[in-house]
């Protein structure tokens, strides 16, 4: 096909421990997955899970060990770090039990969900869309994907977040509202799932702000660590 100009580089992540990437198709988000964080941010009753989207090109990959920079975005003065478990789609599927979900995952992953949050809460308020507050560029930093194969089962592991060396989130995977196979089984009767969907699957209490010059460092039991500077 004769493009009017050349086509964006799909934006892929490494794949741990080989010499593979993955190519991300979309991105999704689960909103206020965790009942603590739910609490913190003003909520209580066990709703069905809501979805967001980033673009696949806010997806900043940064291996294991090494520290990644993402700018501190424009138009906020409150950008807050949500750590998230992360997974990966590997089959296509639509309508997907929750019995059937571990057949279509790929692997998994730790990422960050940053957000605007000074501007998501104007829009809240407002009754409308969160997209600047979220989808914003490199609001998705995530670590090397662990296969299935290798990590097994992750319903258990814990997930925590430093700023600068101290705890700001410390939470399990098992304190999920709706575990991974029940929010892939949510989210296929909305979208067919494809090879190359994230779903990152929401964040634990403690989310706050950062500022340019902080280091924030994630860690998920299994799956290594994500390191971020913010530049």
């Known amino acids: 096909m ?4 050349a086509a964006s580089p799909t934006v892929s992540v490494p ?4 010499e593979r990437s993955f190519p991300i198709h979309r ?3 689960v909103g206020r997955n965790y009942v603590e964080h739910k609490k ?3 909520f209580t009753d ?3 899970p809501f979805f967001f989207m980033k673009p696949a090109d806010a997806a900043v990959p940064i291996s294991h060990g090494a520290v990644g920079e993402i700018p501190y975005p424009p138009a906020t003065q409150n950008l807050h770090h949500e750590i998230e478990l992360v997974v990966a789609i590997g089959t296509r599927g639509r309508n997907i039990s929750a019995e059937e979900a571990p057949g279509y995952i790929f692997g998994y992953a730790v990422g960050l969900d940053m957000t605007r949050r000074d501007l998501q809460f104007a829009m809240r308020d407002k009754g409308r869309p969160w997209d600047v507050s979220k989808g914003f560029d490199h609001s998705a930093p995530i670590a090397p994907i662990h296969t ?3 990590v097994g089962d992750l319903s258990n592991a814990a997930i925590l977040l430093d700023v600068n ?3 700001r989130q410390s939470s399990d995977i098992s304190k999920l509202i709706w575990n991974v196979n029940e ?7 909305y979208f067919e799932l494809v090879p190359g969907d994230l779903i990152f699957t929401g964040t634990p209490e403690g989310v706050g702000a950062v500022v340019s010059g902080d280091q924030l460092e994630g860690r998920i039991d299994g799956l290594g660590d994500l390191r971020v500077r913010i530049a």
């Open 40 to 42: 913190e941010m003003g």
């Open 2 to 5: 004769n493009h009017v100009f």
């Open 27 to 29: 991105i999704y988000c």
């Open 183 to 189: 929010t892939i089984a949510h989210l296929s009767t």
């Open 148 to 150: 299935l194969e290798e």
């Open 46 to 48: 066990r709703d069905p």
């Open 15 to 18: 794949v741990a421990g080989s």
């Open 165 to 167: 060396g101290a705890n």
